[in-house]
Structure formats: structure tokens, C-alpha cells
């Protein structure tokens, strides 16, 4: 059933979510990219094996693909630019995580402790100086509150400048002043179907504009914001379903 159709104004009438015991699911979850559809094991199956569950954004200006390891293993390999993979589940409960280059040099790392049965995007994005790499691992909570869809915005650019995410044709901000190398945490909105812009208050940056995106209750949406070589910029939108049973009890607690 498609989503109701709401203005603008309503549109950004938004509910921030608790986002408490929220990343471990009770079902399998269907996550869309611009490279597919794939499907991942639920939350309580993976904690039930001691195991969480890990995907890779390749926000890097660089147009080389990427890899990632976990410790000795290898997670991910060539991961084009602007690449979203689908959730693969890791044994251990403190990673480290390597992200390789061209010739397999190591580009970036991270020392992360994880939880299990949760859920976690990694971003590589650039460093401070906009000339390295380094790897953000942010937790995803991915259900929303009944009939709601739920949204998220991740500035993985270089550079100074802050972002807004809005509807278009609104002057109000579903997410204001978003730095670089952040995400805004999630927030519940009533679904819709909007054509969305990615402001900077960098002068003469033109936004970036997301066309008809449709917010469908009961899904999460994750928008990264990527930088090119060139200056400028392009979004990356993704979404996740949980299929079946939204919680067990026990994570409702």
C-alpha cells in the first residue's frame, strides 16, 4: 500500500526517536541500495550465535574501490565509490577494523567494541585534513515507531561547512548544522512522498537534490552526503525493513 501523501509543512513534523534497544531486531531485515535488494538475519538469531552484523559505505572521494578487514579476516573487498554493502555478521566482540586501498595498503583503522545482535554501518569517509581516510562505525536502529517511517542524515564530506536536510520548498530543517564526519541520529517522520534537498552554508554550493523519495512506514532511510574531487557533492540513500515480528519482548525492555 503506498504511503499517505502529505505536504511539505507536515512532512517535517517529526517525532525523535528513542532509538532504545532498537538495534537488535526480531526478524530478517530487507535492506535497498542503489545496487540491490539483499536480506539479512534478524538481530535475535545473530545474537543467539554471539555474532553482529556489519555493512561498509564507501563515502571516499576517491573513485579506487576499498576493502575492509576484521582483524585477520577479510570482510569486504573492492567496494567501488559511492558503494553500499549488504550486512555480513562478525564473530567477535572487539574488531579491529583495517581499511585497505590500492596495493592493499592500510588507509584507515578503527578499534570498535561491538554488540551482539546489533547492527552497525561503517563509513569511510575522508579525514580532517580531507586528504586521508578514516572509518566512523555508527549503530543502526532501524524500527521506527508504529506507522512511521524513520530517516537519518550522515555528512561524510571534507571540509568546514555544515548541512541542513529539508523538503523542498520548506524553510524548515528536518536536521540543521550537521558537521562533517557526523550523523544527526535518526528521527521518526509521518511518511510521504517529497523531493528532499541537502543545503550547505557554504557559499555558492548548490544543493543536493533527492527526487521523489518515498518514506514508507516501517522503514528506516539512511542519506549520506559524499564529497567529489571535483567540489561536489552527491547523496547516497538506502533503506531497511524488518520482515515479520518488529520486536521480541525481551528487546522491547
Do not use: W
Given at each position: ?57 564507501n ?7 576499498v576493502?575492509l ?5 577479510a570482510?569486504?573487498?573492492?567496494v ?27 588507509i ?20 580532517d585534513?580531507?586528504?586521508?581516510a ?29 548541512v ?90
Open positions: 500500500m503506498s504511503p499517505q501523501r502529505y505536504t511539505a509543512a507536515a512532512a517535517v513534523a517529526v517525532l525523535i526517536a528513542s532509538g532504545c534497544g532498537r538495534s537488535r531486531t526480531e526478524g530478517p531485515v530487507t535492506t535497498r541500495t542503489p545496487e540491490g535488494k539483499s536480506v539479512s538475519p534478524s538481530g535475535a538469531a545473530a545474537a543467539n550465535e554471539g555474532k553482529s552484523l556489519v555493512r561498509l559505505v563515502a571516499l572521494p576517491d573513485r579506487s574501490p576493502s578487514t576484521a582483524g585477520d579476516s570482510l569486504f573487498t573492492g567501488a565509490a559511492e558503494g553500499v554493502t549488504p550486512y555480513k555478521e562478525i564473530k567477535r566482540n572487539i574488531v579491529d577494523f583495517k581499511l585497505r586501498g590500492p596495493a592493499d595498503s592500510t584507515a583503522n578503527n578499534h570498535e567494541t561491538m554488540a551482539d545482535g546489533a547492527r552497525y554501518t561503517i563509513v569511510a569517509l575522508p579525514d585534513n580531507g586528504a586521508g578514516r572509518l566512523r562505525v555508527l549503530k543502526d536502529e532501524v524500527v521506527p515507531d508504529a506507522g512511521k517511517a524513520r530517516i537519518r542524515l550522515i555528512n561524510a564530506t571534507a571540509g568546514d561547512h555544515k541542513d536536510l529539508a523538503v523542498r520548498g520548506s524553510r524548515e530543517a528536518l536536521f540543521s548544522g550537521v558537521r562533517r564526519g557526523v550523523e544527526a541520529g535518526y528521527k521518526d517522520v509521518d511518511p510521504t512522498t517529497a523531493t528532499f534537498e541537502v543545503r550547505s552554508d557554504e557559499h555558492g554550493t548548490k544543493p543536493v537534490t533527492i527526487k521523489n523519495l518515498e518514506l514508507q512506514p516501517g522503514r528506516a532511510y539512511t542519506i549520506v552526503l559524499v564529497g567529489k574531487r571535483s567540489g561536489a557533492m552527491d547523496a547516497i540513500t538506502f533503506d531497511d525493513t524488518v520482515t515479520g515480528t518488529r520486536l521480541s519482548d525481551r528487546d522491547k525492555r
